[in-house]
């Protein structure tokens, strides 16, 4: 069994070839190209955290994916990474293990940052001018990094509640000496009032913003309430917005932010449609420069199947 180290996962890896891997996980999830069981969630109160255990096979795939992420919030003021984790790979003929990606969480914040990236790209169209960012952490760097370079945006404001309020400045400064015009507002209201494109990467459990603050013509990539007891948006929202994507409808039910809205009765249970057929036909979403949309992303194991099949070829393994 091979290991894998996070600088051999690094010396390989190209965010083309993860968009795309991730890209062909949503579309073959939609297609039920995928044999993945619910994820597994531990979730801790003091200090606070969770590890999510996501898993499965692609019906074509050869081998079997077994992924742990985990997340420690306060861990970022003992100096140490807020996220880790691996990645085990195993044949799925023999179930000899093939490899462990000791990959510390990256596999996971790469394909998560793939997702947002291809998430905020159905609002291409609208040709955004300013993105928004709400959250000052790891994910939420990697969303304006890659979002940005994708999208050909060259504005970013950035949101942060109080506590983190220096981490939004020096995100802000790391993106500028990236060439970026970035900026940390002092409120959400700053933040949406130029942002057309706006994405939620926090592991927030209150809406961050009130529904009104939101523009028309605002598109959301809500992707920070990934287990339960989670929220980002205010659920009034989903009842102004004429397009709802979701990574997995089941998930989103469950525990996204989604699940908050069709519970309090303002959406019903069958008001999003599939990320996947979304971005295999996007004529299919046919907005207006004034139409409010959301993609609610909770997380999906072909995700991390997919990657992993990535990182394989990659390492000829």
């Keep these: 069994m091979k290991i894998v180290t996070l600088p051999e996962l690094r010396n390989v890896m190209s965010r083309e070839a993860v968009l795309a891997a991730v890209r062909k996980a949503y579309i ?3 297609h039920q190209r995928y044999v993945t069981p619910m994820p597994g969630q531990l979730l801790f109160d003091e200090p606070p955290g969770d590890c999510h255990i996501k898993y499965g096979y692609s019906k074509a795939g050869a081998v079997f994916v077994i992924k742990i992420a985990i ?20 044949s799925r003929t023999t179930g000899e293990p093939v490899a462990v990606f000791q990959d510390e969480g990256w596999l996971t914040s790469w394909r998560t940052a793939a ?18 960012v709400f959250g000052a952490g790891h994910q939420a760097e990697l969303q304006a990094t890659w979002i940005t370079q994708a999208m050909g945006i060259r504005e970013v404001r950035i949101w942060a509640r109080q506590a983190d309020a220096d981490q939004a400045k020096n995100l802000a400064e790391r993106l500028r000496g990236m060439g970026l015009a970035a ?10 009032e130029e942002a057309r494109l706006v994405v939620t990467a926090t592991p927030s459990n209150v809406p961050l913003f009130p529904a009104h603050e939101v ?23 989903f009842g102004r917005a004429r397009c709802i994507a979701t990574d997995d409808h089941e998930q ?25 057929v979304l971005l295999e036909n996007p004529e ?3 907005l207006t420069g004034e139409d409010i949309s959301i993609v609610d992303l909770t997380g999906i194991p072909a995700q991390d199947i997919e990657n992993a099949a990535l990182f394989c070829r990659l390492l000829g393994l």
């Design 28 to 30: 073959g999830h939609a």
């Design 115 to 132: 997702a947002g990236t291809l998430a905020a790209s159905l609002a291409a169209t609208r040709k955004p001018e300013v993105l928004g």
């Design 284 to 286: 299919f979403l046919d």
């Design 215 to 237: 523009r028309p013509g605002t598109h959301i990539v809500a992707l920070g309430a990934d287990s339960p007891g989670k929220q980002e948006l205010d659920p009034t929202l």
């Design 183 to 192: 900026i940390a507002g002092r409120t959400t209201g700053e933040v949406l």
């Design 252 to 276: 989103c039910l469950d525990h996204g932010d989604l699940s908050y809205a069709v519970k309090a009765g303002i959406i019903p249970a069958d008001a999003d449609q599939s990320l996947g």
């Design 71 to 90: 997340g420690f919030y306060g861990n970022a003021k003992l100096g140490l990474p807020v996220n880790n984790g691996l990645v085990l790979v195993l």
